[in-house]
């Protein structure tokens, strides 16, 4: 079973950064694409960032474009998630996701062209 587990989130102050992980269990060469997305309470779920992994091609939301950087390292099954400038309006619960080995025809910062997420771990950006 797929399992795709997040880490480093936290607290941090506006203007700051962090770093998020998302450790996939199967070798992600196997992926055609992977993501970021989010939600803040009373919201949907957020596209943040993707990446084709075999083709390098990345898309970001216009709200986080120029502040956050999506990447790959395939030798550690990782995909990363390099948010600089946080805002508040960036806190969130943060979601890795996969697709699950299936082609879903939705774009790529669309949730349903995913099938395999992680539990989240969370943002806060305090101002």
């Known amino acids: 079973q797929v399992q795709l587990v997040e880490s480093g989130g936290g607290s941090v102050q506006a203007g700051g950064s962090l770093r998020l992980s998302c450790a996939d269990s199967e070798y992600i060469n196997s992926r055609k694409i992977m993501g970021w997305f989010r939600q803040a309470p009373g919201k949907g779920r957020e596209g943040v960032a993707a990446?084709?992994?075999?083709?390098?091609?990345?898309y970001y939301a216009d709200s986080v474009k120029g502040r956050f950087t999506i990447s790959q390292d395939n030798a550690k099954n990782t995909v990363y998630l390099q948010m600089n400038s946080l805002k508040s309006e960036d806190t969130a619960m943060y979601y890795c996701?996969?697709?699950?080995?299936?082609?879903?025809?939705?774009?790529?910062?669309?949730?349903?062209?995913?099938?395999?997420w992680g539990q989240g771990t969370q943002v806060t950006v305090s101002s």
């Open positions: 990446i084709v992994i075999r083709g390098g091609q990345t």
């Open positions: 996701a996969a697709d699950g080995g299936v082609w879903r025809p939705w774009p790529a910062l669309d949730f349903r062209r995913y099938g395999a």
